[in-house]
């Protein structure tokens, strides 16, 4: 069975079938790093991180690249709050975004380029689309005319009339039709610009994944692939871009995964359930997080809250305890060949179920459930009086490769006893020098461990959480 992907162009799954042979060109749009990620920004991160490995695992060579969106006016606000400058928020937050993401399991892209690395690319692409009649300058700003590009709206699926009733003309924009959007931006007085044609000034949002798209992967992409709510405007602007310059296809699939609710409500600031990653991974395992993120498929909408998590927990140990009794009962087995034919026939058939199930549109929640049946086919083979080391073996490589496809990991690969003791010595003795803040990082990164921290009147006692 080949692959089968849901295509939000066309609203109906389809045979993967990449532009070249083995290859896959695919783009995945990163975050504005203005701040630590939330939970919403960590599901696009874990999903396409897990597709990109299912499509390595089928033999593809997936060429994987995603951006980092480091100047826009989030940036500029925060820097003048905590009075500094954008590209020392965006180095920040850059490196919050590889520390968070990688606890949860994510690898990094082959790829991040950065909008503020890549503006003369930016720039020669907004000329190109002025020079095709495609964009105008106004007063400083450059726009895009929506209009011009006959198929706008087929990603959203919605008509140029549909979005004419709720488009407006924001104060101080001077725009020939109020569907334009911006594609340069003028600088106001003390914020950072770059040098262009229209005078001092930075990137709208858009342009910049249109830009690096096509600079770092060519014309046309095998699969672009974002959140939902990337849909529109954003996707549906970068179609317009990029078609509208190359007079090609910009994506051949679009993918993009459902939203986040907190106990059954929308996330946002203004109802105080937004929930950071950096808080989640200090008080629970990340792989627990990764874990409970792919128990269901990608396209649907999913529902956190802390019972939420905990069974996830539950449901991931009772797998990791499969693999931990297979490992032990290992040490007493022989090289028995009785019986082995039928159990490595149930284990293949299992390995051949969980392909089926993630050509399926990458349906980690059914691929998941072979992953509990193959825990529990193998309980019944541990049941038995006799065990053979070639049925045993070939069991944990089944779990091995499958927990490595879904960016798992089997065993725990936290500190050693010894490594904690000596953190703890450490921030032991920051709080007598009165280095504060060193002691807080300190038990942060102990937290980020899973390790739990008890200071009594007797000393500091630690466990495993």
């Given at each position: 069975?080949?692959?089968?992907?849901?295509?939000?162009?066309?609203?109906?799954?389809?045979?993967?079938?990449?532009?070249?042979?083995?290859?896959?060109?695919?783009?995945?749009?990163?975050?504005?790093?203005?701040?630590?990620?939330?939970?919403?920004?960590?599901?696009?991160?874990?999903?396409?991180?897990?597709?990109?490995?299912?499509?390595?695992?089928?033999?593809?060579?997936?060429?994987?690249?995603?951006?980092?969106?480091?100047?826009?006016?989030?940036?500029?606000?925060?820097?003048?709050?905590?009075?500094?400058?954008?590209?020392?928020?965006?180095?920040?937050?850059?490196?919050?975004?590889?520390?968070?993401?990688?606890?949860?399991?994510?690898?990094?892209a082959d790829i991040h380029p950065r909008v503020t690395e890549n503006m003369d690319i930016i720039v020669e692409f907004i000329e190109t689309l002025i020079e095709k009649g495609y964009a105008?300058?106004?007063?400083?700003?450059?726009?895009?005319?929506?209009?011009?590009?006959?198929?706008?709206?087929?990603?959203?699926?919605?008509?140029?009339?549909?979005?004419?009733?709720?488009?407006?003309?924001?104060?101080?924009?001077?725009?020939?039709?109020?569907?334009?959007?911006?594609?340069?931006?003028?600088?106001?007085?003390?914020?950072?610009?770059?040098?262009?044609?229209?005078?001092?000034?930075?990137?709208?949002?858009?342009?910049?994944?249109?830009?690096?798209?096509?600079?770092?992967?060519?014309?046309?992409?095998?699969?672009?692939?974002?959140?939902?709510?990337?849909?529109?405007?954003?996707?549906?602007?970068?179609?317009?871009?990029?078609?509208?310059?190359?007079?090609?296809?910009?994506?051949?699939?679009?993918?993009?995964?459902?939203?986040?609710?907190?106990?059954?409500?929308?996330?946002?600031?203004?109802?105080?359930?937004?929930?950071?990653?950096?808080?989640?991974?200090?008080?629970?395992?990340?792989?627990?997080?990764?874990?409970?993120?792919?128990?269901?498929?990608?396209?649907?909408?999913?529902?956190?809250?802390?019972?939420?998590?905990?069974?996830?927990?539950?449901?991931?140990?009772?797998?990791?305890?499969?693999?931990?009794?297979?490992?032990?009962?290992?040490?007493s087995s022989t090289n028995l060949t009785e019986q082995n034919e039928s159990w490595m026939g149930k284990i293949e058939k299992l390995h051949h179920d969980f392909i089926h199930e993630m050509?399926?549109?990458?349906?980690?929640?059914?691929?998941?459930?072979?992953l509990f049946e193959l825990s529990k086919q193998a309980n019944y083979y541990l049941m038995e009086k006799n065990t053979s080391v070639e049925v045993i073996d070939a069991f944990m490589k089944?779990?091995?490769?499958?927990?490595?496809?879904?960016?798992?990991?089997?065993?725990?690969?936290?500190?050693?006893?010894?490594?904690?003791?000596?953190?703890?010595?450490?921030?032991?003795?920051?709080?007598?020098?009165?280095?504060?803040?060193?002691?807080?990082?300190?038990?942060?990164?102990?937290?980020?461990?899973?390790?739990?921290?008890?200071?009594?009147?007797?000393?500091?006692?630690?466990?495993?959480?």
């Amino acid at each position: 069975m080949s692959i089968q992907l849901y295509n939000t162009l066309t609203r109906k799954k389809e045979e993967f079938v990449p532009l070249e042979e083995g290859k896959v060109k695919m783009y995945v749009c990163g975050p504005t790093v203005y701040n630590y990620i939330h939970i919403g920004n960590a599901r696009p991160a874990i999903v396409f991180d897990m597709v990109r490995r299912y499509l390595q695992y089928r033999g593809f060579d997936v060429q994987y690249v995603s951006n980092f969106t480091d100047v826009d006016d989030k940036l500029i606000r925060v820097a003048k709050e905590m009075e500094t400058d954008v590209p020392s928020i965006a180095e920040r937050f850059i490196n919050a975004y590889f520390e968070d993401v990688g606890a949860l399991g994510c690898e990094k892209a082959d790829i991040h380029p950065r909008v503020t690395e890549n503006m003369d690319i930016i720039v020669e692409f907004i000329e190109t689309l002025i020079e095709k009649g495609y964009a105008y300058e106004s007063h400083g700003d450059v726009y895009y005319r929506t209009r011009a590009f006959k198929e706008y709206g087929k990603l959203s699926h919605q008509s140029i009339d549909e979005l004419k009733v709720g488009a407006r003309i924001e104060v101080g924009e001077k725009k020939e039709d109020a569907l334009d959007f911006v594609l340069w931006k003028a600088a106001k007085e003390g914020e950072i610009y770059w040098e262009s044609p229209w005078g001092k000034g930075r990137p709208g949002w858009h342009i910049e994944c249109s830009a690096m798209a096509k600079e770092y992967l060519g014309d046309t992409i095998d699969i672009h692939a974002g959140g939902q709510d990337l849909t529109f405007p954003h996707h549906e602007n970068e179609i317009a871009q990029s078609e509208a310059l190359t007079g090609k296809t910009f994506a051949k699939y679009w993918m993009h995964n459902g939203y986040i609710n907190i106990d059954n409500e929308k996330m946002s600031k203004s109802l105080g359930n937004f929930v950071l990653v950096h808080d989640i991974i200090k008080h629970h395992d990340p792989q627990v997080l990764r874990f409970f993120m792919m128990s269901v498929h990608y396209r649907h909408p999913i529902n956190y809250n802390e019972e939420l998590l905990s069974n996830a927990k539950t449901s991931l140990e009772r797998l990791k305890t499969s693999y931990e009794n297979l490992k032990h009962r290992k040490q007493s087995s022989t090289n028995l060949t009785e019986q082995n034919e039928s159990w490595m026939g149930k284990i293949e058939k299992l390995h051949h179920d969980f392909i089926h199930e993630m050509d399926d549109d990458f349906n980690t929640a059914n691929g998941i459930s072979v992953l509990f049946e193959l825990s529990k086919q193998a309980n019944y083979y541990l049941m038995e009086k006799n065990t053979s080391v070639e049925v045993i073996d070939a069991f944990m490589k089944e779990f091995e490769e499958l927990f490595h496809v879904l960016g798992l990991k089997l065993e725990d690969d936290s500190l050693l006893d010894e490594e904690i003791e000596e953190l703890i010595e450490k921030r032991i003795q920051a709080r007598k020098d009165r280095q504060f803040q060193l002691a807080d990082e300190i038990r942060d990164q102990l937290k980020a461990m899973n390790i739990i921290l008890e200071d009594t009147p007797q000393g500091t006692r630690w466990k495993r959480g």
